[in-house]
Nanobody, 128 residues
Framework: QGQLVESGGGSVQAGGSLRLSCAPSGTYPFNSIAWFRRAPGKGREGVAAIYTNRGRTYYADSVKGRFTISQNNAKTIIYLRMNNLKPEDPAMYYC??????????????????????WGQGTQVSVSS
């Protein structure tokens, strides 16, 4: 079945940066993968996704221009670089994938039950 392991969360001041990592292991081949976040009292939000074979990306409007999703050359780690973090960004950040969706926007917007794998999450906190 495989797993997704996130890391890189932490606490930063507003305006600061963090880089999250998602390391898939033991998964079936996949074409796209997404980052989500969930803050207390708020719904899940798909913030970014990448089509790993061609590098096409998707970003939610709330993070566009501040967050960058990328992958290493071996396509074994998916990064989420978060710059200019704001007070509205704190959340648990997860990576997840649905094997059947290639398009990044599709990968970032399906109902939660449709994803085959979720990571355990990594916490991001922002202080003002």
């Amino acid at each position: 079945q495989g797993q997704l392991v996130e890391s890189g969360g932490g606490s930063v001041q507003a305006g600061g940066s963090l880089r999250l990592s998602c390391a898939p292991s033991g998964t079936y081949p996949f074409n796209s993968i997404a980052w989500f976040r969930r803050a207390p009292g708020k719904g899940r939000e798909g913030v970014a996704a990448i089509y790993t074979n061609r590098g096409r990306t998707y970003y939610a409007d709330s993070v566009k221009g501040r967050f960058t999703i990328s992958q290493n050359n071996a396509k074994t780690i998916i990064y989420l670089r978060m710059n200019n973090l704001k007070p509205e960004d704190p959340a648990m950040y997860y990576c997840a994938l649905n094997y059947y969706h290639d398009h990044p926007e599709e990968q970032a917007s399906r109902p939660e039950s449709e994803y085959h794998l979720w990571g355990q999450g990594t916490q991001v906190s922002v202080s003002s």
